[in-house]
C-alpha cells in the first residue's frame, strides 16, 4: 500500500501511504500550491491531522484512522497482551473523538477492533500488532475497489454535452482510490464524453477550489471553478444538467449528511428539475442511525469564518457559527451511487441491501 502518486493525474499525489511500517499523510491544507507528506509518530500527531484537516474526506479519514491506531499501538507490542489490548481499546476511542461526523472513523476503527477480538487468542502482542496492520491495509483496499465500483455504476449517468456540479471534494483526495462524486467523472473523461464540471468552492475551507479543482484539472477533465452562491445562477443559465456531491454519513432512512451547503444545492436542484445525486460508499452508510436529525454536526473554530485564509475580514469579537456539515432530507436525492448499485426511494430497504453485500463481498 506504498504507491505515493494518485490513480488519478499525474501530480497529484496518493492521500496517504503505509510506507515501511509507518503512516505517511499528504498534509491537505497546503494544497493546491504546497506539496507536503508528513509522517506520522504518535497517536496525538494522528489526532491532530484528522482534526486540522490535513487528512480530511470521509473514506479518508476512515483508512488515516485504521492506519493511526497501528500508529498508536506499535510503541506497546512488546507489552503483556492484556496490556496491549487495552491500549488498543483506549486508543480507537481516542482517535474516534477527532471528528464526529463521518462516520467511516467509528466504521473503520470498529472494524480493527472487530479483527483484534476475532485474532486468535493465542498471539502476542507483536503477533496481533501484524493483524493489526494487515486489517488496515484491507480496510484501505477495499476503498480503493469501492471508489472504482461507484465510478462503474455512476459512470452512465454522465452524458455528452452534461455540466456536472458538485460540492466540497469528494474526490481522489477524499479517499485513497478515484474519489467517490469524483469517480463517475474520471471514468467517462477516459471513456472520452465530452462534459462540463462546475466545482463549488465551498467555503469556508474551500476544498472545492483548492482540492476538487486541482485534482480535476490535473486529470485533463474541464472544470469551472463557482463560488457556492453562483449555484443558483448556474443552474438557472441553463448550465447544469446533474448534480453529484459526496456524503460523509447516510442514516437507515436515506438522509444525506455532507459538507455544509450540500442542503441548499439539493433545494436548488429541486426547483430547477436536476437530478441529485448522493456517491454512497457502503463504508458511509449508518444503518444504527434512525434519520440525519442524531448525527452529531461537527462544529468548528470561529476563525475559519471570520477570515479568508490568513487575512481577518470580520470585525473583532463578532460571533459566529460554523457548522462543517448539513444534512439533505432524504425526498431531496434522486438516488444514492453505491458501489453495488444506485439505490432510489424508497432508501431504508436498498441501503439494507447493500450493508449486507458489502458484509458479504
Ligand atoms: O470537512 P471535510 O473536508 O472532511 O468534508 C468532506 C466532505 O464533506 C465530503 O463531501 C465527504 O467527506 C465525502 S468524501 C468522499
Redesign the pocket.
Known sequence: MGAGVSAVAKGVPATLQWRDGDLHLLNQTRLPHHIEIERQDSAEQVWQSILQ?KV??????GVAAAYGLCVAVKPSRNLALPDFRNILHQQASYLQSS?PT?VNLAWALQRMLRAATTAHQALDSTELYARLVEEAQRIHAEDIAICNGIGAQGVNLIQSGMGVLT?????AL??TGL???TAPMYLAHQLGVNFKVYADETRP?L?GARLTAWELQSAGINVNLITDNMAASVMARGLIDLVI????RVTANGDVV??IG?LGVAILAKHFGLPFYV?C?SS?IDLATPTGAQVEIEERASDEVTGFGPVRTAPHGMAVVNP??DVTPHTLVSGLITEHGIISAPFAEGLKRVAMAALQS
Open positions: 484537516l480530511r474526506g470521509a473514506p479518508a479519514i471528528r463521518a460540492h466540497c471534494n469528494a474526490g477524499a479517499t474519489g467517490t462524486a475551507l476544498q456531491v459526496g456524503t460523509d455532507n459538507k450540500t456517491a460508499p458511509t462543517a456539515f
